[in-house]
């Protein structure tokens, strides 16, 4: 499985502000994914970004709310822009892999956000 | 809609209890079905997963029974330990970039 690092682990902001989340992969991959996971709530898929491409978003989800860059098959990021409270989550990366043959996705450890 | 139903919500076992989370889907596309592990601060991580032509997985502790027809599949964690004290997610997924996560189980093992 791919070793995904995210930086920063966590922060905490002001309202109105934007954070820029990175997601590094230790080997390239075709696919990333963004997921939001709110406070005692399952993974909601924010978007998939594919190297060379646009970002493909998810209903209920905008790249002007959330712009993604993917400039290589090894690195993307994510910005929470003009943030507010409802912001706070955890921002989780994942990648896709193969698992005993079979395609399957690794998360990295996540950020912690927390919007005041 | 929920594509994956996951109960319960939360469980509390003894430990060498043995621990059973349920997950039930609808979309008979789905040939993928993982379980994630998370532990507080952590990133969910790939725990075991089956595909639905065999109806058991077993790896060390950790075994899914699945169940075709029933359109249901389930997580049993074996003489169950302090250490396995997390929250588990199932999923549903019908190619990479297709994954559908339930809602996740908070279990405690209580020594």
């Known amino acids: 499985s791919a070793v995904i690092s995210q930086k920063p682990s966590r922060d905490i902001c002001q309202r109105g502000t934007s954070l820029t989340i990175q997601c590094q992969v230790d080997?390239?991959?075709?696919?990333m994914f963004w997921y939001r996971q709110q406070p005692g709530q399952s993974l909601t898929l924010i978007a998939t970004?594919?190297?060379?491409?646009?970002?493909?978003?998810e209903s209920g989800f905008v790249i002007d709310k959330f712009p993604i860059s993917r400039p290589n098959l090894t690195f993307s990021t994510l910005t929470v822009s003009n943030m507010s409270p409802e912001d706070s989550s955890i921002y989780l990366c994942?990648?896709?892999?193969?698992?005993?043959?079979?395609?399957?996705?690794?998360f990295g450890p996540g950020t912690r956000l927390t919007v005041l | 809609q929920q594509q994956v139903k996951q109960s319960p919500q939360s469980l509390i076992v003894q430990k060498g209890g043995i621990p059973i989370i349920n997950c039930a889907y609808e979309n008979t596309a789905f040939d993928y079905f993982p379980w994630y592990q998370q532990f507080p601060g952590k990133g969910p991580a790939l725990l075991i997963a089956?595909?639905?032509?065999?109806s058991e997985k077993k790896e060390g502790r950790f075994t899914i029974s699945f169940n075709k027809s029933a359109k249901q599949f389930s997580l049993h964690i074996m003489d169950s330990q302090p250490g396995d004290s997390a929250t588990y997610f199932c999923a549903a997924a019908s190619g990479r970039n297709q994954f559908y996560f339930g809602t996740g189980t908070s279990l405690t093992v209580i020594p």
């Open positions: 089956i595909r639905p032509d065999v």
């Open positions: 994942s990648v896709a892999g193969l698992e005993g043959g079979t395609d399957t996705q690794y």
């Open positions: 080997s390239q991959v075709t696919m």
């Open positions: 970004a594919n190297q060379g491409s646009e970002a493909t978003y």
